[in-house]
């Protein structure tokens, strides 16, 4: 029997590879997209199918995580043997600026899916993934963190997302729902949205080696981060519900690194080498040297890394750094892509495109870069 999946949040960076990934295993997958005035598509246009086209393994159905009527129609319909949930409102700086539509997507929304899986009586069907995080750590108790260290969260994504882990854990115990929480720390992609810090440095660097861009602002960037790959993550969230019980399990790389030292990491990739001066505000990116023919725009004391307060938080998480032994112990699971191997297919794919950019502005057509995120 050919298994059913449901992905909220399918058109965003985990939900692609996670669609891939499933229907590589021969899945049906169903996923759920917000209907926007432009097309939103972009990450899984490779994997379309003409809604005309017989036995399609890939249906796309309008909906929102805030419309309970619309989540309880599509399960009714699709009656999933698994459902992903991994849409949310994910960006941590944004939550501060629309908290409540935050709350709302990323804790209500969890709970009317749960509701409607048992409303429609499939609780004993339906398994459940909930896309939980490391945010929840917060303020750390403990380093590193594991599956039973304290939750402290510092931003009100995190304060949803807290929601949303405990309502997962409590259909699970309260109705005997397979539902299970992933505690995922950063994971990263060429796919990555180009406001998170890894993309927006390796999409930023690459347009100022074009000169496309003449500088990269960042907030904090002495924040530790446990970066990995999506690829990965994404096989981690597939195995976790193929168990006999459901379980929560953290899943990271098990090592850390400054933000100041992803810029760096990507800068050298771009055949750039970085000095970092100052401090605070004052901190500043200058280039040491440089290889000409990787970056020809680039030339020696540029400063093309700066501070700018506007990225600071109004609460920020220093450092997270997982401890990933559970799922290595129990699932067999490991990362399989290295850091550097990743900043190296996100640089190589944002140089690609600003090469394409550079060529396109040097035969006279206009390229709109949108520098200020
Ligand atoms: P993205 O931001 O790339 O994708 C989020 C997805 O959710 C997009 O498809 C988006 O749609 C959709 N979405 C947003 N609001 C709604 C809504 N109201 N109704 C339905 N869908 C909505 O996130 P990632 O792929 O990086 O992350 C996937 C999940 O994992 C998220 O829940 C995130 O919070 C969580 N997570 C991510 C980590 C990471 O490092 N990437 C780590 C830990 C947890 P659209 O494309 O239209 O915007
Ligand atoms: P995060 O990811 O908040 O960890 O949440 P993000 O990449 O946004 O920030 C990581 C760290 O970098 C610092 N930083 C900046 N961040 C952004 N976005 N822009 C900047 O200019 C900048 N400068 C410094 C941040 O302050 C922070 O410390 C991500 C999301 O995917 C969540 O959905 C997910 O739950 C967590 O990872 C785990």
Redesign the pocket.
Known sequence: MTKRALI??????????LAEFLLEKGYEVHG???R?SSL??D?IDHLYQDPHEQNRKLVLHY?????SSNLTRIINDVKPDEVY???????VAVSFEAAE?TA???AL?TLRLLEAIRFLGLEKKTRFYQ?????LYGLVQEIPQKETTPFHPRSP?AVA?LYAYWIAVNYREAYGMYACN???????SP???ET?VTRKITRALANISQGLEPCLYLGNMDALRD??H?KD?VRMQWMMLQQEEARDYVIATGRQVTVRTFVELSAKELGITLRFEGEGVNEKGIVEAVDKSISPAVSVGDEVVRVDERYFRPAEVETLLGDPSKAKNELGWEPEITMEEMISEMVAHDLKKARQHRLLRDNGFEVAINASQ
């Not at 909906?63 to 419309?67: P, Q, R, S, Y």
């Not at 949930?85 to 960006?91: I, K």
């Not at 896309?131 to 945010?135: L, M, N, P, Y």
């Open positions: 909220t949040g399918i058109t965003g960076q985990d939900g692609s590879y759920i997209k917000r926007s939103n598509t990450r909906g929102d995580l805030a419309d949930n991994l849409g949310a409102q994910s960006h539509y709302d997507v990323d929304g896309a939980s995080t490391s945010e994504y997302k992933g505690i995922l720390f950063n994971h990263e796919r990555r949205g998170f970066w990995g999506a993550y």
